[in-house]
């Protein structure tokens, strides 16, 4: 399907951490045709009161949770418990005005359920595969709303992997970040090249580090949106900052400083 030349851009955002004006500026700048957000949220009310301006506008807008967003009951509550809760895109595949497939991973990896690394405990093996599996095993003093403990409403259960292997899409957005990142996950490449997705975008690490060199290896663009950064991504995977996230420059020396570092050992 070929996106309208009249539609705007899809503005993907990098963690907001509770700041919301910058995205909804942007996104009415450039006539987004819709806006996602990359997890850790972190509202200071309900996420719809905080968005409501983008709610009257009309603006497709979609999201995946961070694992900030589990950090508190009023927290978890001004996200799960919002009225804009369905634009969630957590374990399923949605389909963006521009034609594109967009399939969401919130959350982080936590070794006390999943951690998928061989340096992990149990070799990367889950303790747990299912939500279900969890809460059963949780005290019940130490449940949230009769599940595992709050906190990991922010976790990622392999359950949630496997119901996304199975679906098709053009574009991953993730919490955490794939293979190409120092503290990315292949399976997250995996994960990608088993849907046929293009591209894949993530937030967490607050870097927008360049993985250009690793696209053609991979099978599919890779990009990462600092700290209240914003990105538009077009159909085609083509990318743009829109707004630089508040640490890009400084995570770039680092990067760069570190690669020195690196080819002199």
């Not at 088993?194 to 990009?223: C, E, I, N, P, Y």
């Amino acid at each position: 399907m070929k996106p309208s030349p009249s539609l705007g851009p899809v503005l993907y955002c990098g963690d907001p951490h509770g700041q919301f004006r910058h995205i909804i500026d942007a996104a009415g700048q450039a006539k987004a045709s819709a806006v996602v957000l990359l997890g850790d949220l972190e509202p200071a009310r309900a996420l719809h009161d905080e968005l409501a301006p983008l709610v009257a506008r009309g603006t497709p807008l979609f999201f995946i949770h961070g694992n900030h967003d589990a950090d508190s009951d009023d927290l978890a509550n001004r996200v799960w418990g919002s009225s804009v809760a369905h634009c969630n895109v957590h374990g399923r595949v949605v389909t963006l005005p521009d034609g594109t497939r967009l399939a969401g991973l919130g959350g982080v990896f936590r070794e006390a359920v999943w951690y998928p690394s061989m340096a992990a405990a149990r070799q990367g093996a889950p303790a747990f595969r299912t939500r279900q599996d969890h809460a059963k095993a949780t005290p019940r003093q130490d449940r949230w709303m009769n599940g595992a403990a709050r906190k990991h409403l922010g976790t990622i259960y392999p359950e949630d992997v496997d119901c996304l292997a199975d679906l098709r899409a053009d574009v991953l957005i993730t919490h955490e970040a794939p293979g190409y990142h120092p503290n990315g996950f292949d399976l997250l490449d995996t994960l990608a090249q088993s849907m046929g997705a293009r591209v894949t975008v993530h937030g967490h690490h607050h870097d927008r580090l360049d993985s250009s060199k690793r696209w053609d290896t991979q099978g599919f663009k890779s990009f990462g949106v600092g700290l209240r950064g914003i990105t538009a991504i077009d159909a085609d995977g083509n990318a743009r900052v829109v707004v630089a996230g508040e640490l890009d420059a400084e995570r770039a020396v680092r990067a760069i400083a570190q690669g020195t570092r690196d080819s002199d050992a």
